[in-house]
Nanobody, 123 residues
Framework: QVQLVESGGGLVQAGGSLRLSCAAS????????MGWFRQAPGKEREFVAA????????YYADSVKGRFTISRDNAKNTVYLQMNSLKPEDTAVYYC????????????????WGPGTQVTVSS
């Protein structure tokens, strides 16, 4: 019912910035909570950020607070993740996610996942 495709990943030096985009499709995508998870090599998948269906109530993992910003444009069916002051520890595959809960906050596994996009921060 919901399809998600990430873009914008790549290689960046420590201290740099990158913006990820997620194109979503589905009848009621605009009402779904959405967000981002990431998985580093050899590590478990972890929550990064989430946003409500109406674009409010953003949630962030402590590791990215103050550096990452999540936003959405429902008219374009797109969710963004602006990443600033990137660190080598941010290197991971980043996944766009969605859940049928309007106020999804990333506290449980989301229903839908994108295929992921690689972000590599060099040191």
């Amino acid at each position: 019912q919901v399809q998600l495709v990430e873009s914008g990943g790549g290689l960046v030096q420590a201290g740099g910035s990158l913006r990820l985009s997620c194109a979503a499709s589905g009848r009621t995508v605009s009402s779904y909570g959405m967000g981002w998870f990431r998985q580093a090599p050899g590590k478990e998948r972890e929550f990064v950020a989430a946003i409500s269906g109406r674009g409010g109530n953003p949630y962030y993992a402590d590791s990215v607070k103050g550096r990452f910003t999540i936003s959405r444009d429902n008219a374009k069916n797109t969710v963004y993740l602006q990443m600033n002051s990137l660190k080598p520890e941010d290197t991971a595959v980043y996944y766009c996610v969605a859940d049928s809960a309007t106020y999804y906050s990333g506290t449980y596994p989301p229903r839908w996942w994108g295929p992921g996009t690689q972000v590599t921060v060099s040191s």
